[in-house]
Nanobody
Framework: QLQASGGGLAQPGGSLRLSCTAS????????VGWFRQAPGKEREGVSC????????YYVDSVKGRFTVSRDTAKNIVYLEMNNLKPEDTASYYC?????????????????WGQGTQVTVSS
């Protein structure tokens, strides 16, 4: 089971750190993706990290602002979000895929966690 947490209300230009935790399995064996879905929009891939942590990918709209990382000791994958913009407002989800490389397409992910709401507003 996966769980995303750490969402909340942030002002434009602010920061939040999301956490993806797993129960029942070890995240370091799996590629992990972060996705978001705003009301009325498709769920989009935001970022991902390979199972070994050697590869990361970002959607163009968050490059230079978001950073995905792993803490293998704590079995957590983080999404550090800086310089937040109102258009980042969405429910954010983490998902796990098989071992190896990751991608931003939803179809490669097998398990999905419940989302956490991020609202960016002044």
């Amino acid at each position: 089971q996966l769980q995303a947490s750490g969402g909340g209300l942030a002002q434009p230009g602010g920061s939040l750190r999301l956490s993806c935790t797993a129960s029942g399995f070890t995240l370091r064996h799996y590629a992990v993706g972060w996705f978001r879905q705003a009301p009325g929009k498709e769920r989009e891939g935001v970022s991902c990290i390979s199972s070994k942590g050697s590869s990361t990918y970002y959607v163009d709209s968050v490059k230079g602002r978001f950073t995905v990382s792993r803490d293998t000791a704590k079995n957590i994958v983080y999404l550090e979000m800086n310089n937040l913009k109102p258009e980042d407002t969405a429910s954010y989800y983490c998902a796990s895929a098989g071992p190896g490389v990751c991608g931003l397409g939803r179809s490669m992910y097998d398990y999905w966690g419940q989302g956490t709401q991020v609202t960016v507003s002044s």
